[in-house]
């Protein structure tokens, strides 16, 4: 998964969108990269690890010019070393150009090998590259047509930015599966893959960037051209998990919809309980819904460390349960003699939820019951979202009562896919994609290994 940001017409444009991309670290902890233009050509540097060790201040004063793009990675399409980071840029026949990209393509794999039979010579493993030997192969005589006519040769998830020496783009692909927003501060414009980056920033948010859409920013403003039809299909997961609470994603706020998914849970799978606890930090306000519904207190049962790192140096006198422990300990005050309704986003592979729910008996509980405020994820992401292979996610191959059984818990409640677009605002059930829950997959996949 990755995080986007982009400036248009600012004196401190870089600076603005490395606060941007900090504000976005939750979308991507990988690598971090930034790519500023003066008017006469691109500058950029890219580095592994999070924004704030990425950038110090001296490399930031070595991105000049008015205008800034960036990106935040997760790797979910090529392996992570620094080749693979964005942003890319390149000089074409037209001029400088660099892309930052959210989202996974579909059809990455025989895009690559038609571009490399062509003469494309990689330099990542990355679909993102792509967009740009698509650009510079073009035969249309203005890079924004390039632009265009790239987008309709490749399918799946894009949230784009474009930035050259003249302008700056943003896209989304026709289903606008990752959200793209667009705002302002003063007389610049601003581009995020969401908008608590706006609010650290101080910009006003305008609108989306509508699917299927393309934005144009430059020295006259800003032009929307529709590059294809809008079929709308938004990842309801960024609501459930990705995006961050305070963010305002595809028109609702993150954190009342996800308050509402604890209401709808509570409904659907009520408990018989004296304290609801949640999985921090993701489950946190469907349990503060999930409690307010039934009138149950709501108590931080788990407390989670903010400072684990990439690897941790073990003991040799090996700890059970050593990844979990570090980060979340249970709260014997609040647990022990209780029963407890533990309540979390998603199973994913069960592990995690394994370890938690053992260390929440250890605390003393004495009935735990784990209520999750999403439908079993039975199917991966292939747009995207970096979910395991369909082998992997235990829901796959299991049904609710074997997975209760596996997680050690005494009851197990999920909800339903109906109260998660209900939630989600989406009543009627259209316009979101739930294919890892439903296997409704709104854009076929050629044969790769996605994630
Ligand atoms: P599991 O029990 O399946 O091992 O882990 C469940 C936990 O994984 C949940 O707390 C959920 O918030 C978290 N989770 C769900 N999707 C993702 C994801 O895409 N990335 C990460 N890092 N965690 C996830
Ligand atoms: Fe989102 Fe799931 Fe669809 Fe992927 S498959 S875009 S995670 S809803
Ligand atoms: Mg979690």
Known sequence: MCGIAGVFGHPEAAKLTYLALHALQHRGQESAGIVSSDGTRLYGHRAMGHVAEAFSEERLT????????????????????????????????????????????????????????????????????????????????????????????????????????????????????????????????????ETCAFDLIEATFEREVAPGEIVVIDANGVRSLQSQPAREARCVFEHIYFSRPDSVVFGKNVYTVRNQLGRELAREQPAKADVVVPVPDSGVPAAIGYAAELGLPFEMGLIRSHYVGRTFIEPSQSIRHFGVKLKLNAARSVIEGKRIVVVDDSIVRGTTSRKIVKMIRQAGATEVHLRISAPPTTGPCFYGIDTPTKRELIASSHSVDEIRDYLGVDTLGYLSLDGVLRAAGAADGRGFCHACFSGDYPVGVRAQGGG
Request: hydrophobic fraction near 40%; charge should be neutral; include cysteine.
């Open 62 to 193: 070595k991105l000049p010019g008015d205008s800034a793009l960036g990106h935040v990675r997760y790797s979910t399409a090529g392996d992570s070393s620094l080749r693979n980071c964005g942003p890319f840029w390149v000089d074409h026949a037209l001029g400088p150009i660099a892309v930052a990209h959210n989202g996974n393509l579909t059809n990455a794999e025989t895009l690559r090998r038609t571009l490399e039979e062509e003469g494309a010579i990689f330099q990542s493993t990355t679909d993102s590259e792509a967009f740009l030997h698509l650009i510079a192969r073009s035969r249309e005589v203005t890079t924004v047509e390039r632009i265009r006519e790239a987008l309709k040769r490749v399918e799946g998830a894009y949230s784009l930015i474009f930035l050259t020496d003249r302008f700056l783009v943003a896209a989304r692909d026709p289903y606008g599966f990752r959200p793209l927003v667009l705002g302002r501060l003063r007389d610049a414009w601003v581009v995020a893959s």
